[in-house]
C-alpha cells in the first residue's frame, strides 16, 4: 500500500516568490493535515481538510493556503514568501482513528 | 503558549539500558495521547499512543505512561537498541482537534 507522497521533495524560492506543495495521501484516507517543521520549534499546525473542507485551521498569518480535491490530495500554497517560511513541510493523511497520522516525507523549502 | 512540552532537546543511553523520554501538557482536555518517531530525511511514523481512561499502555519494548493528576507522560524504551536513535516527539489532542506536537527529543543509543 503507497504511503503519503509529497512533491516536490526539495525546493529553493526568494523573497516574495509563491510556491505550491502538493500531497497525496493513503488510498482510502480522506482526512489530510499540514505541519510545518522547523528547527527548534517542533511541528506547527497548519490547517486539516476532511472531503475537500476545511476543518481546522493553525495560527498562521493569510500567506498560508490550502485545499484538499475530490480524490482527497491536497495542495497548501505559500504566498510572498520570507525568509522565516524556511521550513520542512509535512502532509499527514487519517483513515479517521483519532491521532494516528500517517506522515508523509516532507518537502523541504528553503527562501533565500 | 506550549500547550504540549518537551524539556530534553537530546538524551544519550547505553545499548541495552532503558531509556525515558519525557513530555508535560498544560491542557486538561487532552484525552488522547501519542508518541512518534523521526528518522532523519524522513516523516515523522506512529509509534504508541494511550488514551486518558488509562495510565499505561505497553506494545514490546515500548510503554507509554499517563499521569493525569500531573499532567505528564512518559515513553520508555528497553532495552534501547542503537536503531532507536531518532527524534521522538509527543503529541496531545482532545476529540476531533488537531495533534499538537511538543519540540521533540533526540535520543541517541550508544552501541
Known amino acids: 500500500k503507497a504511503g503519503v507522497t509529497q512533491t516536490p521533495r526539495y525546493l529553493i524560492k526568494t523573497r516574495g516568490q509563491q510556491v505550491t506543495l502538493s500531497c497525496s495521501p493513503i488510498?482510502?484516507?480522506?482526512?489530510v493535515s499540514w505541519y510545518q517543521q522547523t528547527p527548534g520549534q517542533g511541528l506547527q499546525f497548519l490547517f486539516e481538510?476532511?472531503?475537500?473542507?476545511?476543518?481546522n485551521k493553525g495560527n498562521f498569518p493569510g500567506r498560508f493556503s490550502g485545499r484538499q480535491f475530490s480524490n482527497s490530495r491536497s495542495e497548501m500554497n505559500v504566498s510572498t514568501l520570507e525568509l522565516g517560511d524556511s521550513a520542512l513541510y509535512l502532509c499527514?493523511?487519517?483513515?479517521?482513528?483519532?491521532?494516528?497520522?500517517?506522515f508523509g516525507e516532507g518537502s523541504r523549502l528553503t527562501v533565500l | 503558549d506550549q500547550q504540549v512540552k518537551q524539556n530534553s532537546p537530546s538524551l544519550s543511553v547505553q545499548e541495552g539500558r532503558i531509556s525515558i523520554l519525557n513530555c508535560d501538557y498544560t491542557?486538561?482536555?487532552?484525552?488522547?495521547f501519542l508518541w512518534y518517531k523521526k528518522y532523519p530525511a524522513e516523516g515523522p511514523t506512529f509509534l504508541i499512543s494511550?488514551?486518558?481512561?488509562?495510565d499505561k499502555n505497553e506494545d514490546g519494548r515500548f510503554t507509554v505512561f499517563l499521569n493525569k493528576s500531573a499532567k505528564h507522560l512518559s515513553l520508555h524504551i528497553v532495552p534501547s537498541q542503537p536503531g532507536d536513535s531518532a527524534v521522538y516527539f509527543c503529541?496531545?489532542?482532545?476529540?476531533?482537534?488537531?495533534?499538537?506536537f511538543g519540540k521533540g527529543t533526540r535520543l541517541s543509543v550508544i552501541a
Open positions: 491542557n486538561s482536555m487532552f484525552d488522547y
Open positions: 488510498s482510502g484516507h480522506r482526512s
Open positions: 494511550i488514551s486518558s481512561i488509562k
Open positions: 499527514a493523511s487519517s483513515r479517521g482513528r483519532p491521532g494516528e497520522l500517517f
Open positions: 503529541a496531545s489532542a482532545s476529540g476531533n482537534t488537531p495533534l499538537v
Open positions: 481538510y476532511f472531503s475537500e473542507t476545511q476543518r
